[in-house]
C-alpha cells in the first residue's frame, strides 16, 4: 500500500509492504505556503511516481490535524498555514480508485507502533508523542480507536492545570503548554535566559545544571499527571513513547514511569507499563500506510 | 438473568430480562461489618430465593470498587469496611453452576445506560455517576471497555487541579475531590458553615443564595473540564450523566454543557453531546444482571 506523511516541511510518499517494511520512497519540501492545489499536485505526482508499476491496494495519509477523517477533510492544521476546510480525500478520489484514508499524523504513529513496533502483542496501546508538541492514538485490538469525531488521542488539549499557561489555540493549561517540548524551551527562556529551545535546555540538564534540570521535572511531572489521568479513564494495557523529546530519553524516562506510577491507585503500580517506541522517524509513514490497509 | 446490586447500605438481588424488565427483587441490608462470609451467606440465600423456579442463565454482581472484575475479587472498597481481597466470585462458584461476573457498580449502570437506557443507539458511551462520589464507565459498540485491569472508567481519580485537595485515597485535586457532592459539601461547610451538605448547598442556590451558587459553578467547572478531558481522550459519541447530584439538574446540567463546550476544540463544539441518564435507581441492578450476559 501507500502511505504519505504530509508534514508541514516535508511531504513524503512510500510502498510499504504490510510486514511495515518501506519497499520505496519519494520526499519532496512541502512548501505549504504555495497553497493546496500545489501540495495537492505534487503529491498526485509522487503518488504515481512510487506505484508505478505495482498494484497499490490502498493509500493512506496522515497529516497534521485538527482533521476531519471520516470526510476525509483538512480542517485548520497550524501547521499547514492557509488550509482551511480542504478535502484532500475527495481531491485523491479524482485521481485513484483504491480506497483512500486520511488519519492525524499522531494516529499513523500509534497505529504503527502498536502493530509492529513496542506495542506489539498487547490489547490496547495508548500512543503518546512527546515533541514540539503532545499528541497521541489509542489502539484497541490492533484497530485505531479515533471516536465519534475522530478526537480520541487528542491529550494536548487535556487541561492539567487550570488557568495555567494558554499555548496557541489550546486551552489555558493543557498539557501540551505544560509539558510539550515548546514548553520546555519556553521555560528555558523564560527562566534560564537560552535562546536554543529545548534542546538547550535538554544539553544544560544533561551537563548537571539544576535550572534546566528542574524545568525538565516539571514537564515530566506534568506529562505523568497526563498518564495517570489516561489510567483512569482508558486504562490502557501500555503506554508507548515517541516524539522529540524522547531522543533525551535518558534524562527523562525513569522519572517519568516513577511519577505515574506515584499517580496512580496502589493497587495498579506493579501493573503500569510503559515503554520507548520502537520504530523511530518511520512510525509516521508507516502507519499512514497501515490506515490504508484498515479499510 | 440474575442480577446483584452489592451496596454498602443494602443488597439487592434482582431476577433481569433482556429488556431490563426487572421480573422479581428482594433487597436486604448489607451489614457489611458483619465481614464478607456473613454478607456472602446471606447473598447465596437471596440468589436461591429469587432464581427459584425458573432457570437462569448467568450472576452480574455491581459492587463497589476499587475491585478486579478478572479475577473476580474484590480489593478494599471504601463502602465496605473491613473486605480485603475477597474473592466473592470464587466464593459463589461453590454454589452455582452458571457464570458469574463481578464489575464495579459504576460499569454496572454503564452497561445499563448505554444499553436500555439514555445511550441507547450510539456507538460509545461514557457514563458517568456525579454523587457523593464520581465515578463512570466506557461502552463500546455496546460493550463494557474495562481496560487492561479493570480501571477504564475510574475518572473519579482524574488529576484536574495539581495541589488541590486530596479525599479519602485518591489523587490531590482528583476529580472527585474537586467536583462530587462530598466536595460541594465539604465547601459548604468551609465557606457558608452550613452542615447539611451538598443538598443543603443545592437549596440555599435554588433560593438564590450567591455563596452556594458559586459553589455549584466552580464544581460545575471542575466537572466541565473533567469531560472535556475525556472528549479529547477518547471522544465518545455521548456522555450520560447520572447519579444524586443530577436530581438537582436544573441547576447544575445547562452550564455545565455550555462548559464542556468552551473547553474543547470549536471544531468539536456543536457536536458536544451531554444527556441524563433515563434508568434512575434500577440501572445499578439492571446493569448487573446484563453484566452476566454479556459473558
Known amino acids: 500500500m501507500i502511505g504519505v506523511d504530509l508534514g508541514g516541511t516535508n511531504v513524503r510518499v512510500a510502498l ?27 503529491l498526485i505526482e509522487m503518488i504515481n511516481v512510487v506505484q508505478e ?15 476531519d477523517p471520516y470526510a476525509g477533510v483538512i480542517l485548520s492544521p497550524p501547521n499547514l498555514p492557509g488550509w482551511d476546510r480542504v478535502p484532500l480525500v475527495g481531491r485523491l478520489r479524482e485521481h485513484f480508485s483504491v480506497p483512500i484514508v486520511l ?5 499513523a ?9 513496542a506495542g506489539q502483542g498487547h490489547k490496547s496501546v495508548y500512543y503518546i508523542t512527546w515533541s514540539t508538541g503532545i499528541g497521541g492514538g489509542l489502539v484497541i485490538d490492533g484497530k485505531l480507536f479515533q471516536g465519534a469525531q475522530g478526537y480520541a488521542g487528542e491529550i494536548g488539549n487535556m487541561i492539567i492545570q487550570p488557568g495555567g499557561f494558554q499555548h496557541s489555540n489550546l486551552n489555558a493549561g493543557a498539557l501540551e503548554a505544560m509539558a510539550s517540548g515548546t514548553a520546555i524551551g ?23 545544571h539544576d535550572g534546566a534540570r528542574k524545568i525538565l521535572d516539571e514537564a515530566v511531572d506534568y506529562l505523568a499527571m ?13 503506554f508507548v513513547l515517541g516524539g522529540g523529546v524522547m531522543q533525551s530519553q535518558e534524562l527523562v524516562f525513569d522519572s517519568l514511569c516513577d511519577r505515574v506510577r506515584s499517580y496512580v491507585y496502589p493497587s495498579l503500580r506493579e501493573h ?16 499512514a500506510g497501515l490506515l490504508g490497509l484498515s479499510q
Chains 1, 2 share one sequence.
Open 109 to 117: 504513529a500509534a497505529l504503527a507502533e502498536a502493530t509492529l513496533g
Open 186 to 208: 519556553r521555560e528555558g527562556k523564560v527562566r534560564l535566559g537560552v535562546t536554543g529551545g529545548a534542546e538547550e535546555v535538554f544539553r544544560m540538564a544533561a551537563d548537571g
Open 53 to 67: 508499476g505495482t498494484d497499490v491496494a490502498s493509500i493512506g495519509i496522515g497529516s497534521p490535524g485538527p482533521l
Open 103 to 107: 488519519d492525524n499524523d499522531a494516529n
Open 16 to 42: 510499504v509492504d504490510e510486514n511495515g517494511t518501506i519497499l520505496q520512497e519519494l520526499s519532496r519540501k512541502t512548501e505549504a505556503s504555495r497553497g493546496p492545489d500545489f501540495v495537492i499536485g505534487n
Open 226 to 238: 497526563g498518564i495517570a489521568n489516561l489510567v483512569h479513564t482508558v486504562n490502557p494495557e501500555v
Open 272 to 287: 503500569i507499563l510503559l515503554k520507548p517506541a520502537a520504530l523511530g522517524t518511520k512510525a509516521g509513514i508507516v502507519g
